[in-house]
């Protein structure tokens, strides 16, 4: 068995500030095709850990899952065994999770992790199974409804159609961002976009690419500092 940790937090933006999300979701590596992953809640008060089996997983090659807490609701982001990407939740209190099935299966690839974050509004946001691909983005339409999601054929229009590494950021006034590869190794350039809850619209952060490969090169992003 293998246990994701989840830290119990209640800062306010759900997102650390300059934390890369994939950072600090929890990737989960897969050791034979019969083990099920696990989830452990850190309990503050009485300082111990509880496990929960959530479900048998893909194990056929190592890919990122995601693990986001926000109290009093836990989400699981992963494969199922049938490769089926799969979002699992429940609330801290109870040990029965609910999943919904979204209509994305992965192939054998490494790239195609999933990453997971959720607004100011409670609604979740989801993106994954992706390399040099068309952006592939689910979103709830109600807060904490896994059921509700949804597939998002857009955010901004441009530079979407060959994707790789989604990661999710919070600005420095608790910006709800969302940063990309556009293009591929060797000839890729790296694009922010940035969510307003409001209106439920995205647009970009930066008129230009943080950083551009002029179709020569592209750099490989780590995690702000």
């Not at 994939?22 to 083990?35: D, K």
């Not at 089926?84 to 429940?90: G, L, S």
């Not at 995205?202 to 702000?224: H, I, M, Q, T």
Request: with cysteine.
């Amino acid at each position: 068995m293998i246990a994701a940790v989840a830290n119990i937090y209640s800062d306010r933006h759900y997102i650390p500030k300059c934390m890369n999300m994939t950072t600090m979701q929890t990737r989960i590596s897969m050791l034979h095709s019969a083990i099920a992953l696990c989830c452990a809640a850190w309990c503050h008060a009485e300082n111990r850990v509880e496990v929960f089996d959530v479900a048998p997983v893909w194990a056929g090659h190592k890919v990122g899952f995601a693990l986001l807490t926000q109290p009093p609701h836990q989400y699981v982001a992963f494969y199922d065994s049938q490769r089926r990407m799969t979002v699992a939740t429940r609330t801290l209190e109870n040990s029965t999770w609910t999943f919904h099935v979204l209509p994305e299966t992965i192939g054998w690839d490494s790239h195609n992790y999933i990453a997971l974050a959720i607004d100011r509004n409670g609604c979740l946001h989801l993106s994954g199974n992706m390399h040099v691909t068309p952006l592939k983005y689910y979103q709830t339409a109600a807060p904490h409804d896994i059921a509700s999601f949804a597939r998002v054929e857009k955010l901004v229009g441009s530079e979407e159609s060959r994707v790789t590494y989604p990661s999710f950021l919070a600005g420095p006034a608790g910006q709800f961002i969302f940063t990309y590869r556009d293009g591929s190794s060797g000839n890729g350039n790296q694009i922010y976009d940035v969510y307003n809850p409001g209106a439920k619209q995205w647009s970009r952060l930066l008129d230009k690419p943080l950083v551009d490969g002029e179709g020569e090169r592209n750099a490989y992003f780590n995690s702000p500092v």
